[in-house]
């Protein structure tokens, strides 16, 4: 399966953010859950990741834990909702 | 007063050369291979060489830790200053690892140790500090308490106002009771001298240099205490 150009940059956003030693673009597969299970994050990553898509995209991302739970399961719904919604 | 014994110790440096004692890691960043690297990403070198050294001392992480850090993680808290008059929002990763029990926090998590935990910071009198609470926790009837002093360089910003810290971590076990491999410390009052008040307060540093024998004493100036090990035992 092939990478668009926005989910690898969001794979670099994660791992820069978050600080994942040890992890490469590579390592995160698009599809596969970003939390928890899959690459494993965290409740604080998920804030953190937050704060970074709204300085680098300006998504504001409602308080709804459905909504957000949604957007965040991988990186292709990640990247769905950075096409949808970005402003910058 | 109640006698304490050092059962065992590991320290943290890149400022001293080992001379083959395996007890002293001197590596300019601790391998931090104790915790899992999702955990040990969020951690500083200080964090990372606590972390390793309190599962060395303490494998099934069953004992009281003590954690005592004078200025804990400066550069985490002014960042976020800078973030905050730049009219940034905060990260909330840095400001979650900010505060003073962070590391140990980390370590809990990592560990599985769900004992109490302390985090001290005293001004300079951490070493006193933490003399006192191990005696407590003993007194109450802990076989062991993990001590752990750690401290890294203040940020260049704050510089002027602290005293100058290079980067080490020490963690000790103690006890009551006397072993074969066990040390005696000699806790005493320290006599009023002229010179005394000018002290400068124990570092995390100092510690290792006692430990392996570079410093006769620890000399607390705040607590009006000194501390050596008992007379005629070598240097571990």
Not at chain 1, 51 to 80: M, P, V
Not at chain 2, 119 to 141: F, H, K, T, V
Not at chain 2, 168 to 182: K, N
């Amino acid at each position: 399966m092939t990478t668009t150009a926005l989910e690898h940059e969001l794979k670099e956003l994660i791992i820069e953010t978050l600080e994942l030693e040890d992890v490469t673009a590579d390592d995160i597969d698009p599809q596969e859950p970003l939390f928890v299970e899959g690459l494993g994050l965290d409740s604080i990553d998920a804030l953190e990741l937050g704060l970074a898509l709204q300085k680098r995209y300006g998504i504001t991302l409602e308080s709804d834990a459905e909504s957000s739970r949604q957007h965040f399961a991988n990186l292709k719904s990640l990247a769905a909702l950075v096409e949808a919604r970005r402003v910058k | 007063m109640t006698d304490l014994y050092l059962q065992d110790w590991r320290g943290w440096t890149p400022h001293r050369d080992a001379a083959g004692n395996t007890r002293l890691d001197t590596r300019d960043k601790p391998a931090g291979t104790a915790i899992p690297a999702m955990l040990r990403r969020r951690l500083n070198l200080i964090g990372r060489a606590v972390c390793d050294m309190l599962l060395e001392l303490d494998p099934a992480s069953n004992h009281v830790v003590l954690h005592a850090s004078r200025h804990g993680d400066g550069d985490r808290t002014l960042e976020m200053l800078y973030a905050l008059d730049d009219g940034d929002p905060l990260s909330p990763a840095r400001f979650g690892l900010s505060v003073h029990n962070a590391t140990i926090g980390v370590y809990s998590i990592a560990s599985g140790n769900r004992r109490s935990q302390q985090a001290i910071a005293a001004s300079g009198a951490e070493w006193g500090a933490l003399m006192a609470e191990a005696r407590g926790y003993l007194a109450d009837g802990e076989s062991s308490v993990l001590v752990v002093f750690g401290d890294q360089p203040v940020p260049e910003r704050f510089a002027a106002y602290a005293p100058n810290t290079l980067a080490a971590a020490v963690a000790l076990r103690l006890g009551l009771v006397p072993g074969a491999d066990t040390r005696r410390l000699v806790d005493r009052s320290l006599e009023t001298g002229p010179d005394h008040a000018l002290l400068p307060a124990p570092q995390p540093l100092d510690i290792i240099d006692w430990l392996t024998g570079q410093q006769a004493f620890i000399r607390c100036a705040r607590t009006h205490r000194e501390w050596c090990w008992e007379p005629a035992s070598d240097t571990q």
